[in-house]
């Protein structure tokens, strides 16, 4: 149920396995852009990924995937060294390129299911409501009214649209969702007095395509903190040694627990095995909401060729091993983890490209951005345009982006009835800090404390009881978890039926 990155992911990894006995494939997408998502459709060139191409494969195993298709591409485009970063030297395509290969890896996973005899089908609908039908099936209803049995389904549906903090869905000159950036801007005047409601990367976005679009009022990045992603340094390989998901997996396997302290003991120790320790992680940190923005921009840029790499193994270690980490924290370090330090993490774990920071630097330099902190509201005036009020000050503004975050959502907007079938037959039990809760090796729904075969969350749905769900890397290793603990129900003896070939009620979603 959803057809984006995560649903090219979990097809991929269903392709490549081979375990799963052949069914049919259904997948719900009512979005006009399948397999790209809300981030990757087509857009403007500046608009880039954060992360060099093998970070990003959708093949698990093969790092070099994504960058093996670039090599591709670039013979038939006559692109070479288009996308190469000049601070870094590393490359950072554009979304919409990324796009492309997800596209093409959707459509290649799906060829490849076929020649094994699975049946394909893609529904332009999403799914409204949820059942079970017997011990094994469930019943999923479309909102045209169809109802599909299952199997197996799996929520793959995204965070929907940024959150609308302060509430100004409808007013003229707001702009709730920013992507397609090419598209949206067209409604902003080139000269006009532009509030960006954020600080991630969403919002270095909008700055980014206002500017290539010869946007020449004042822009200004407003957030409570207005902490900024950080400046991504020259990629160095590290193969962790200490803190990795081996490790942690081991302890969960044993029944056991860590402590923040511990988990924090471990990642120096990593770190003083290639002679770092945590110095310039821990001075980044205080950096964060002390340091002016713009100094901060400066001093990143600074430092992409700085010789301490503790901070890249740092942002290797986390999408690797943080989604093993996490489960094994109580609960009350996890929630101290979201509620002070979400933010932090997510600009150290997820800095942007050099230059973008690069040309977000000179536009502040020439006075054309600022970057506003404690923001407490934005509001809509009677006459038209906004009135935004930072630490006590008020000022006007015509027109507001919403940049926020889309995961502060704690329930997708779209899929809201889905869950709440779900929950209410049993099958899903929503989590706290949003999604629904599942187990960590299998990423199997769970309710009342049992798990469901037949129900798993990749990406989004699983925010809240796992960690890191939206990075390509993350949604990779997920999806292999799930075909795995398909294929363990299926080829147990009593479920695998002599002849599956002309058997049509297997279907995947």
Known sequence: MGGGASAVCLLDALARDGGVPPGEVVVFEPSGHLWRGRPYQPDLEVVRVNAVPEDMSVRAGDTAHFAD????????TSS?????????????????????????????????????????????????????????ELVLHTSAGDAVTVDHAV??????????????AGTAGFIAEPYPIASALTRVAPDADVVVVGSGLTAVDVVLGLDHVGHEGRIRLVSRRGVLPGVRQRPVHHRLRHFTPAHFRRIAAAGGTVTLSEVVSLMETELNSVGEDLTPVRAEIAAMTREDPVQRLRRGLAEVDSPS?????????????????????????????????????????????????????????????????GVTDVRARPGGGFTMTANGVESAAEVVVNAVNARLHRRSGAAMPLLESLAA????????????????????????????????????????????????????????????????????????????SDDDSLQLI
């Open 425 to 500: 037959a049993g099958l899903a039990e929503p989590h706290p800090r949003g999604g629904v809760r599942v187990l960590r090796a299998t990423s199997e729904l769970v309710a009342g404390g049992v798990a469901d075969s037949r129900l798993h969350a990749l990406g989004d749905p699983a925010r809240g009881s796992l960690f890191f769900t939206f990075g390509v890397q993350s949604l990779v290793d997920r999806a292999v978890d799930i075909v795995e603990s398909m294929r363990a129900r299926w080829t147990t003896p009593a479920l695998v039926p002599a002849d599956r």
């Open 69 to 76: 298709w670039l090599v591709s591409r670039t013979l038939l």
């Open 80 to 136: 070479a060294g288009a996308h190469r970063d000049p601070h870094s030297g590393a490359t950072f395509v554009p979304r919409a390129v990324f796009g492309d290969y997800l596209e093409q890896s959707a459509r290649a996973a799906l060829r490849s299911l076929v020649a094994a005899g699975w049946g394909v089908r893609i529904v332009r609908d999403h799914v409204v409501r949820a059942a079970e039908s017997g011990p094994d």
């Open 155 to 168: 929520l793959c549906f995204g965070a929907g649209r940024p959150v609308d903090v302060f509430g100004l």
């Open 309 to 373: 790499i503790a901070l890249r193994v740092l942002q290797q270690a986390v999408p690797e091993a943080g989604p093993d980490v996490w489960p094994l924290l109580d609960e009350a370090a996890r929630t101290w983890l979201m509620a002070e330090h979400d933010r932090t993490v997510m600009s150290l774990c997820c800095p942007m490209p050099p230059a973008s920071a690069a040309r977000l630097l000179s536009l502040a330099e020439a006075g054309r951005v600022e970057f506003v902190r």
